[in-house]
């Protein structure tokens, strides 16, 4: 009977130790994602804005031709490391948030294309691309910050 004892509680303390380490190491892994998903989400929305600027920076100077003003707004774009960070957030990022960051990407893009094509800083035709792309870019924060678990900002 003591030895039954013995091994019961043997049993029951290996249990527990074997339980709880799982459970750590559960946390440990959410932690690690949750990590994860913040840095890529602060890249690729820093690669947003870093792209945005140096898009319209392009747009305000003065080119000697198209192609040149063309080939200078894509290069702003690649410049930004945008498409390494838009691939991260398609491989950690929930369904919902990829989809509202692709969503702020392709009006990214359609600014980029309005400005390769000589659409003005500050015309009524990017006016609308822009607020097009700000929407898309609050709905996209709001989403990130969902799934981070940080509250609403209530200030966009």
């Known amino acids: 009977m003591p030895l039954l004892s013995t091994l019961t509680g043997a049993v029951i303390g290996i249990t527990a130790t ?3 380490d799982r459970n750590r190491w559960r946390r440990e892994e959410a932690r690690h994602a ?3 998903r913040r840095e890529v989400y602060t890249e690729f929305v820093s690669a947003l804005k870093a792209a945005g600027e140096e898009m319209r920076a392009v747009a305000l ?3 000697m031709s198209a192609s040149a003003r063309d080939a200078a707004v894509r ?3 690649r410049g930004a490391g945008l498409y390494t960070a838009s ?3 398609w491989l950690v990022g929930p369904p919902q948030v990829v989809a509202a960051g692709n969503e702020a990407f ?3 893009r359609a600014i980029r294309d309005a400005y390769a094509r000589g659409v003005a800083v500050g015309s009524a035709e990017e006016a609308s691309l822009v607020g097009t792309r700000r929407t ?3 709905r996209m924060r709001r989403l990130m910050r969902e799934d981070l678990g940080f509250g609403p900002l209530g200030i966009e």
């Open 34 to 36: 949750w990590e994860v």
């Open 18 to 20: 074997l339980l709880a």
């Open 75 to 77: 290069e702003a774009v």
């Open 136 to 138: 898309a870019m609050a």
């Open 87 to 89: 691939e991260r957030l």
């Open 106 to 108: 392709h009006g990214l």
């Open 61 to 63: 100077g003065d080119h």
